[in-house]
């Protein structure tokens, strides 16, 4: 059956993938039209998180934040299929990194280091123009897609332009293996993590659990650690700023690293909200009774 599904979708894919992007647009405005209204797809549930998340705000501004939000969505969607045929020109166009001097002063350095972002902007795009723009090797951590023959093709996406791709599942042993080659290693932190494991924090006005691994391999290995930041300009256009966070992480205390990039993503997200992955059941977990300082953490 997935290979039934990836057989009859790809020629659709590669279709919308070649059009040019005023045309990628028009697609993105049916594609909103059939998610908002006719498949209403995780609408509570993005009306649900928006009203804790912002709690002083209407049911109506949060509705018209929630119509934005999905125009930004399928916009996403679309772009994400752009990036299988779109050029390196195209994509440095088209996500434009302000300024490298955070990054080439830590190359520089001849350092291996972290960066941390979040569900927020194209973080796809985003992905590829900091590979073509940085000289140290970019390793991504992604998890597997459940159907092996669209995670193929999204695996072969993000490794267009030079990035490599660490699975989840042996990220800890892969990057001991690399450290001290001029690598550099991202971190999509803004997931929700096993609680039993997980950071607790107060995370868009509720309590939210939260990745340690990239504190854990930060501190290991002294990493400095940078934050990336990705604002939308306007339509199909988008700007990636560093800013570094960390230059000795051995010297924080537990969770400050976690704390701090958390509350740097949630930053962006109050400033402009409409452009986070809203569909995603960030707070589907209940704080145990343990505390912050007791929770298990895996070991590097």
Wanted: glycine content about 4%; cysteine-free; overall charge positive.
């Amino acid at each position: 059956m997935q290979a039934l599904i990836y057989y009859l979708t790809i020629p659709f894919i590669y279709l919308i993938s070649i059009l040019p992007f005023w045309v990628l647009y028009r697609v993105s405005d049916f594609l909103y039209i059939l998610v908002f209204y006719v498949l209403k797809y995780r609408k509570e549930m993005v009306f649900r998180n928006m009203k804790k998340a912002f709690p002083n705000k209407s049911d109506a501004e949060i509705m018209a934040m929630r119509k934005n939000f999905y125009h930004f969505f399928t916009d996403i969607i679309v772009e994400t299929f752009k990036i299988f045929t779109i050029s390196a020109d195209q994509v440095k166009k088209r996500s434009r990194i302000t300024d490298l001097s955070v990054i080439e002063e830590i190359e520089r350095e001849g350092k291996d280091y972290l960066i941390v972002t979040g569900h927020y902007g194209n973080w796809e795009l985003a992905g590829a123009s900091i590979s073509l723009s940085i000289k140290n090797l970019l390793y991504v951590l992604y998890k597997p897609l459940s159907n092996k023959y669209f995670d193929r093709l999204i695996y072969n996406s993000r490794i267009k332009f030079g990035t490599k791709l660490i699975s989840v599942k042996n990220s800890f042993e892969r990057i001991k293996s690399l450290i001290g080659k001029k690598s550099v290693f991202a971190f999509i932190s803004d997931q929700a993590a096993r609680p039993e494991r997980a950071y607790w924090t107060v995370f868009l006005n509720q309590d939210a659990p939260v990745f340690m691994g990239a504190e854990l391999i930060a501190k290991k290995y002294n990493l400095p650690i940078v934050y990336v930041s990705i604002k939308r300009v306007k339509r199909g256009y988008y700007e990636v700023n560093f800013e570094k966070l960390f230059d000795n992480p051995k010297q924080t205390k537990k969770g400050e690293i976690t704390e701090k990039y958390t509350k740097r993503i949630e930053q962006d997200i109050i400033e402009n909200p409409e452009i986070w992955l809203w569909t995603h059941n960030r707070w589907k977990h209940k704080k145990p009774e343990i505390q912050n300082k007791k929770s298990p953490a895996k070991t590097v």
